[in-house]
């Protein structure tokens, strides 16, 4: 990674010109992006029972239909009806609507002055008198079929069901059709006292139009609240311009790779721009932190961004890796616009990496300031000190108290993630003071719901719904939905029967039922025509369909409701018949199950890749654990927040966990590699622990309240997923910045970190390999404890140790030679040896406050390890496996020099 930064740097001209031809690529494709209001998106991509709802609208025709709800105290009066019949008459002369059902073309089945009678209720073109209109109204209003469906209970409310055709290749046909229905109402205005559209092509053109307003809206809120976060931390106008620009290219390559691939904007793919813009921008504020600290090492940008090279160069990679991990763990997901979001999320974040790595050192290259501004300060009123000094004087207070302090409440609030329930329900996308939701709850004040859903019962023989056996069994289910508390409306085949049958014995209700009689069943469908049944049973009578109306608009209460008529479908009905639940609402609520799967094979696979990336980079499966406690931490809070206020896991909120963990971790990331390279540099927990908070608080704090108040923009959005994922997303990252300054010292105090990369670059002699040390011991294990040992550097003519002083460390030799002196009594200096790398010396004065026989001098520049007992014991409690093979060698060789001192001394006695 150091080498792509340098590589920028160097050929920063060809840089820019690649990047700007690249932007104009993708910009081209820009325009094929489309948005998509349909409610496709909800559903489980490849869903069986998808096809199966296909094939049943062929049958008996779709369950979504719009609706034109009209309300009035005198809603049956002539002028009334003239203003209605002209609006008729332009809809059944629009050449995209198939069918309109209202009242007036209803049949009206009714027993009178001693005959039936089976007519429309009423012809809006050629009105009847007076009296003859309240009849029909009092008629329709007693109808069982039609009353809380086309007409409510008292006559002044009534619905125009309408059923639109499907041309997907139109344009914008949706927000067409609606605006030509929109004016075709006019002949109402003034004269019925509230009319509305509602559902179909509405409920679509209403969603474009929000979804226009969010990306108004968001993107320019999340640049401006960037950019005033990044210009007040940075204090510099160029760190602030910088991220903007790289985020803003990163926007225009991923809305081109939405126009090339063919994925839409609705209503969750819509909140991307603003996205990459404020995730995409952490980055670039550490990068350029280290920049400005390069700067004042020397004023020169050739040295500032290779400072910022050797700096940054793993954790760019580490933390574009998790972040790309945690969006695209989505991609998992069976639910379409989650699949589609997390493809687009993680083009966009892998865009934003190429051009941050490559346009960054380019442009500090070439425009780069030449001084640093002045906020490096790291005296006590500096804010960002203080906030450091804050974080280490709890860590230091009492680490097990605050650990388990920690634990308590995380454990208390992620509690609530018991009350947690899943929704998948479009109309509850919606705030309850939009216009949709006002208009929902109108409809269901007045009449029986909004939504619906088809229930196909399948007797697998032609004419089996003209057997009075199969026709009561519809009755039966029909007449367990409208007693039960969660539906508003059911028809079936079944009411038309039972309703000729009442109709034919003069009216009296005890008769709506269905007869005995096969024949009289066969002579009452002789007084419909097709088009009159054709929604309630197919051509040859071998399936029949119940439709059922509801104002449910949370998936879990769908599905209970759903269950409830199962269990009494399998205990009541025969069950020779194949019945099953679709339509538009149940396929969609259906897949609210595949949300909470979705959501936690997200978060094992994204807790999964990062504990794998850590650990093998670390070399340390602590490490991997480490990485993750911080960041799985806000999840609980994320998680219980909602179960206690009752907030839904939907298409938003189920987004939270896995993509909080890629982000909250990077922050982690930089503080662990930076506590890595601090350590090495010190070697001490507590001095490099200190350090690193004070190095990398200004850039945690900054990237945490640019991603804090980024993600609390999205809570302007018009769609309450949105909503929720902005405010909780917002949360998350301020208890992510809590654990990372309190929690990650907490369990860094306790760990060594050894990465792949020093034990890649860490060039060893075999000499020092052979080391009678070393013994029995492999390459890899005798880097590690090289690694976690302190080097220390010694120049030609240094003492390394002086005749004389008491010590207790001695020595490794690493490389270079040392020449071993003893000073006599008369003050000659008699060379005894030299040491070369692999050998030791000093070791003695381990065993106690013993005095040095001999003077250590660098013949050449020496690099050696120094081990004392205290490191030696913070080494074993890291390496316990390693460190006991290197005890045992050592008191091997302290032994047999013990033995030949022993021997040397009794000779000379």
């Known amino acids: 990674m150091k080498k792509l930064l340098i590589f920028a740097k160097n050929n920063y001209i060809a840089v820019l010109i690649v990047i700007f031809i690249i932007t104009l690529s993708f910009a081209s494709q820009i325009p094929k992006v489309v948005i998509d209001p349909s409610s496709d998106g909800f559903m489980i991509k490849g869903d069986p029972e998808k096809t199966y709802y296909e094939k049943i609208i062929k049958e008996f025709g779709s369950d979504n239909r719009m609706i034109i709800f009209l309300k009035d105290r005198n809603l049956f009066s002539e002028d009334k009806i003239k203003a209605i019949s002209e609006v008729l008459e332009k809809l059944e002369k629009y050449k995209y609507i198939s069918k309109i059902e209202t009242v007036y073309n209803q049949k009206n089945i009714k027993w009178r002055d001693g005959g039936l009678i089976t007519e429309d209720f009423l012809d809006p073109f050629n009105l009847p008198s007076k ?14 079929i039609l009353n809380s469906n086309l007409i409510n209970k008292d006559g002044t409310a009534m619905a125009i069901n309408i059923i639109i055709e499907k041309h997907p290749e139109i344009k914008s046909y949706d927000t067409l059709v609606s605006k030509e229905i929109e004016s075709f109402l006019k002949p109402l205005n003034g004269v019925i006292e509230e009319y509305f559209q509602i559902g179909g092509p509405y409920f679509k053109k209403s969603l474009v139009e929000y979804i226009i307003k969010d990306q108004i809206k968001l993107v320019p809120l999340a640049v401006l609240v960037l950019f005033i976060v990044v210009i007040i931390s940075l204090r510099s106008f160029y760190g602030a311009l910088s991220p903007l620009v790289t985020a803003g290219l990163s926007v225009i390559w991923t809305f081109g790779f939405m126009g090339l691939i063919g994925i839409p904007i609705n209503i969750i793919t819509v909140i991307i721009p603003a996205l990459i813009i404020v995730i995409g921008s952490t980055e670039d504020i550490h990068m350029i932190s280290e920049y400005f600290e390069g700067l004042e090492h020397k004023q020169d940008r050739h040295f500032a961004i290779e400072f910022m090279a050797n700096k940054m160069g793993i954790a760019i990679f580490l933390t574009a890796f998790t972040t790309i991990a945690g969006f695209s763990s989505i991609i998992t997901n069976d639910i379409t616009v989650l699949k589609q979001f997390g493809i687009v999320t993680t083009f966009g974040l892998i865009a934003n990496f190429i051009i941050t790595v490559f346009y960054t050192p380019a442009m500090l290259r070439l425009r780069g300031p030449l001084k640093a501004p002045t906020h490096s300060d790291r005296s006590d009123s500096n804010i960002f000190q203080k906030i450091a000094n804050l974080g280490l004087k709890i860590v230091y207070f009492n680490r097990g108290f605050v650990f388990g302090v920690v634990v308590v409440i995380t454990v208390a609030i992620g509690f609530g993630m018991n009350f947690l329930r899943i929704n998948n329900d479009t109309i509850s996308y919606f705030k309850k003071t939009s216009e949709i939701r006002l208009r929902a709850d109108i409809v269901k004040e007045h009449l029986a719901g909004a939504q619906n859903f088809y229930i196909v019962v399948d007797a697998g023989k032609p004419g089996a719904f003209k057997n009075p056996h199969y026709l009561k069994e519809i009755y039966k289910i029909v007449n367990h939905l409208n007693e039960t508390k969660y539906f508003s409306k059911s028809i079936g085949i079944s009411d038309f029967i039972a309703l000729v049958n009442q109709e034919m014995n003069e009216g009296n209700k005890k008769f709506y039922v269905i007869p005995e009689s096969k024949e009289l069943i066969a002579q009452y469908y002789l007084l419909f025509h097709r088009k009159d049944i054709e929604n309630n049973v197919n051509a040859d009578f071998s399936k029949a369909n119940i439709i059922v109306k509801h104002n449910l608009t949370s998936s879990y209460e769908l599905k209970n409701a759903i269950q409830e008529v199962q269990n009494y479908i399998k205990n009541n009905i025969d069950s020779s018949l194949k019945i099953k639940f679709t339509g538009e609402n149940v396929l969609v609520n259906s897949a609210a199950d595949t949300i909470a799967i979705g959501q936690a094979w997200s978060i094992t696979l994204v807790l999964f890749i990062i504990f794998f990336i850590m650990s093998i980079l670390f070399l340390n499966i602590k490490a991997g654990l480490l990485s993750l406690i911080p960041n799985i931490i806000p999840i609980f809070f994320a998680f219980g927040t909602m179960g206690y206020f009752g907030i839904d896991l939907n298409v938003g909120t189920a987004m939270i966990a896995a993509i909080s963990i890629g982000i909250a971790v990077d922050d982690t990331i930089h ?14 927990q507590d001095l490099a622990i200190q350090e690193t908070i004070h190095s990398e608080v200004r850039a945690v704090v900054s990237t945490s309240i640019a991603l804090t108040l980024g993600f609390s923009v999205l809570v302007l959005s018009n769609f309450l997923p949105v909503i929720h994922f902005g405010w909780l997303s917002a949360m998350v990252m301020v208890i992510a910045l809590f654990a990372d300054l309190i929690i990650t010292p907490l369990l860094l105090s306790k760990t060594r970190l050894i990465t792949l990369w020093d034990m890649l670059n860490i060039k060893l002699k075999q000499s020092v390999f052979n080391s009678v040390l070393f013994e029995g011991m492999k390459k890899w294990q005798i880097k590690k404890l090289v690694l976690s040992s302190k080097m220390k550097e010694f120049k030609e003519g240094e003492y390394i140790i002086k005749q004389g002083d008491k010590e207790r460390t001695f020595y490794l030799l690493l490389d270079g030679k040392a020449d071993v002196f003893r000073n006599t009594e008369n003050g000659e200096s008699i060379k005894i040896t030299t040491f ?31 081990f004392d007992w205290e490191s030696l014991e913070r080494i074993r409690k890291f390496l316990p496996n390693i460190t006991a093979k ?8 302290m032994s047999i020099r013990l033995k030949e001192t022993t021997e040397k001394i009794t000779k000379g006695v």
């Open 886 to 893: 290197f005890f045992m060698n050592l008191s091997k060789v």
């Open 836 to 866: 070369e790398d692999g050998q030791f010396f000093g070791e003695i004065a381990l065993c106690g406050d013993i005095e040095r026989t001999a003077n250590v001098v660098a013949k050449t520049n020496c690099l050696t390890l120094e």
């Open 671 to 684: 503080l662990m590699v930076r506590y890595n390279s601090e350590l090495k540099r010190m070697n001490d």
């Open 131 to 144: 009296e003859e209109i309240l009849q029909a109204k009092r008629d329709a209003i007693e109808n069982p």
